[in-house]
Nanobody
Framework: QVQLVESGGGLVQAGGSLRLSCAAS????????MGWYRQAPGKQRELVAA???????KYADSVEGRFTISRDNAKNTVYLQMNSLKPEDTAVYYC??????????????WGKGTLVTVSS
């Protein structure tokens, strides 16, 4: 089993920045990819950014150049640095862990989510 705990969400004005953290514990050796998904009200959950155990990254087109995913293996933590935030980035952000398949994550574990609200 793997436990994922997110932190760092909150309210920020458009153009501002936030950094989300995801602390992983348990059988994390079973994971070869970690990522961040988000779900806005009335919309499907979407992959925002992912990072593999080898350090390869993938971003949604809507966040490319504004968001950066990184990992600290010593701390078993994955980060999502979000800059130049827009109101349309408002959503619940979920940390996910699983297996990298082609260009997405086959998710085995989810965090409970953290709310990001961007005001205009």
């Amino acid at each position: 089993q793997v436990q994922l705990v997110e932190s760092g969400g909150g309210l920020v004005q458009a153009g501002g920045s936030l950094r989300l953290s995801c602390a992983a514990s348990g059988s994390i050796f079973s994971l070869n990819a970690m990522g961040w998904y988000r779900q806005a009200p009335g919309k499907q959950r979407e992959l925002v950014a992912a990072i593999t155990s080898g350090g390869n990254t993938k971003y949604a087109d809507s966040v490319e150049g504004r968001f950066t995913i990184s990992r600290d293996n010593a701390k078993n933590t994955v980060y999502l640095q979000m800059n130049s935030l827009k109101p349309e980035d408002t959503a619940v952000y979920y940390c996910a862990g699983g297996q990298w398949i082609i260009d997405t994550i086959l998710v085995d574990y989810w965090g409970k989510g953290t709310l990001v609200t961007v005001s205009s």
